[in-house]
């Protein structure tokens, strides 16, 4: 068997193209547009490409773009005030603080400091309680690009048995909580579990984000299982010379695609997803906040 490659750079592209028809219409329909603010922390060279990213395609989607930058000295009360700001400031229906933040600011006091309905990035704790219970809140982006993947590949998910690799806030847990509310069953683990091994092979979904270079082994996985990989993690190359890199998954990703059926690349699978899925809880945020239904705009 080989596995057909879910392509997240062209899924990301339709995404991409949802939310500018939804823009043009809450515009034209609502003279609501849209408005996403990104705080920047320090001089992370990732952390800028990624902003700048964000930055780019927010406007490309016809949205309002709001770049803020910090000196890496900012203390905690200097940032909170500027989330203050922009919870404040009306035409700003997105919020997302970029992380990780310098060693001196309390990353979960400035997450919870943002407005609930202004969490794109769906981490508030009162976003995080809401998807436990299956109320109406904002998604984590990243879980939330794996699912749409998911019931794009496989259609209906209901029965099927579901593997998370990886328990952290970000991914693991929400992820685990998507794929409950699409009537999967699933086991939560990780790198403590016994017989990892054991529970891989007996899932019919396989979601890796537990961020260790290729932990899952392709032996792993049953066949026919469907496979996303969430981890992006630098190895060195030798073989491309000295001093060179490149990015490996959490899955050892050559012999697993030749048992999956489906299964997501590094780079250039669950990652595209994420931006993508940011603009779309842009919409969806300003939605709620002016009281229009996502789904009917």
């Known amino acids: 068997m080989t596995a057909t490659v879910i392509d997240g750079k062209a899924f990301s592209a339709k995404v991409?193209?949802?939310?500018?028809g939804d823009v043009a219409l809450l515009v034209d329909k609502h003279g609501i547009k849209p408005g996403l603010a990104v705080v920047l922390v320090g001089e992370d060279p990732a952390s800028q490409v990624y902003v700048r990213n964000k930055g780019r395609q927010t406007l490309e989607c016809g949205m309002n773009s709001?770049?803020?930058?910090?000196?890496?000295?900012?203390t905690q009360e200097e940032v909170l005030a500027k989330v203050n700001e922009l919870n404040a400031d009306p035409a700003v229906n997105g919020i997302l603080v970029q992380l990780p933040l310098p060693k001196q600011i309390d990353e979960a006091a400035v997450i919870n400091a943002i407005s609930a309905d202004k969490d794109v990035d769906?981490?508030?704790?009162?976003?995080?309680?809401?998807l436990a219970?299956?109320?109406?809140?904002?998604?984590?982006?990243?879980?939330?690009?794996c699912i749409m993947m998911l019931r794009d590949q496989l259609g209906s998910l209901s029965g099927l048995k579901a593997i998370v690799v990886g328990r952290s806030n970000i991914v693991g847990k929400p992820m685990a909580q998507l794929l409950l509310a699409e009537s999967c069953t699933v086991t939560i683990a990780h790198s403590r579990t016994k017989d990892l091994p054991?529970?891989?092979?007996a899932a019919?979904?396989?979601?890796?984000?537990?961020?260790?270079?290729?932990?899952?082994k392709g032996s792993w996985i049953k066949e026919g299982a469907?496979?996303?990989?969430?981890?992006?993690?630098?190895?060195d190359a030798p073989e491309r010379g000295a001093g060179k890199t490149r990015l490996v998954g959490d899955?050892?990703?050559a012999p697993a695609a030749e048992r999956a059926a489906a299964i997501t690349p590094v780079p250039g699978g669950v990652g595209p997803m994420t931006i993508a899925c940011l603009l779309a809880n842009t919409v969806t945020a300003t939605c709620y906040q002016n009281g229009i239904d996502p789904k009917n705009i």
Request: hydrophobic content about 45%; aromatic content about 4%; proline content about 5%.
């Open 16 to 20: 991409r193209v949802d939310v500018a």
């Open 66 to 74: 709001f770049e803020h930058k910090m000196l890496e000295t900012a």
């Open 122 to 130: 769906g981490f508030h704790v009162v976003n995080t309680g809401l």
């Open 133 to 145: 219970v299956g109320g109406k809140g904002m998604v984590p982006c990243t879980p939330l690009g």
């Open 198 to 201: 054991g529970e891989v092979r």
């Open 204 to 216: 019919d979904i396989v979601v890796a984000a537990v961020g260790r270079p290729e932990m899952v």
């Open 226 to 235: 469907t496979v996303i990989d969430v981890g992006i993690n630098r190895i």
């Open 251 to 253: 899955v050892e990703y």
